[in-house]
């Protein structure tokens, strides 16, 4: 994480907000406003962090370098292996979620009421309460359910090789599940996530 605090602010909360997000996946961009995107010409892969083969399978692995690789291609870039114009880092996290969900069924009993549910979402950033139906007071029984889930956080960083700063930050994160992931599922995440990089696809 620490080559994200190096950044800009704005950039930095970016990537905090997301890492407490949940479903659906969630796409978020940004980038430095004075920096000329058409000045660059190719662009290369940094090391693979070896801490994201925790996280990366090495199927998966393949299909987002793949899929990052085309996303660049499309937009005029050339690949280069050394000495590129933009390196390309790629840094995942996983952070674990719990959903608390409380339900009674002291009216259900009653003609017109049914149930009443009470669903909270709890995680590193804060709780979130949302009420179906009447309020119950505190001396009415109720079952409390919780799920734990893993949030999944995907950073991918541009950096300018000359002058050594990053230009440009993708930030996908949304919930885990425990199918492997497709190629076309990726393709996917990757092109929304470089959708609003500031160079377009170039058309053929």
Known sequence: M?????????????????????????????????????TYKTFGLLNWDPH?????????????????????????????????????????????????????????????????????????GGAGVGVVGYGLGPMYPYTVYSNDYEVGTLVIDLLDHTKKQIVWQGVASGRLGHDEATKDGVDRKISLLFKKMPVKKVKK
């Open 52 to 124: 994201n083969d925790k996280i990366i399978s090495s199927q998966n692995k393949e299909y987002l370098l793949l899929a990052i690789k085309n996303e660049m291609e499309a937009r005029g870039y050339v690949y280069q292996e050394n000495d590129a114009d933009l390196q390309v880092s790629i840094f995942a996290i996983v952070q674990e979620e719990t959903n608390y969900a409380a339900y009674s069924n002291h009216y259900a009993g009653y003609s017109g009421y049914g149930y009443v549910g009470v669903g909270a979402s709890v995680g590193s």
């Open 2 to 38: 620490q080559k994200i605090i190096k950044m800009k602010s704005s950039i930095y909360v970016l990537a905090l907000i997301l890492l407490v997000s949940c479903n659906p996946w969630k796409f978020v961009s940004e980038y430095d406003r004075e920096v000329d995107f058409d």
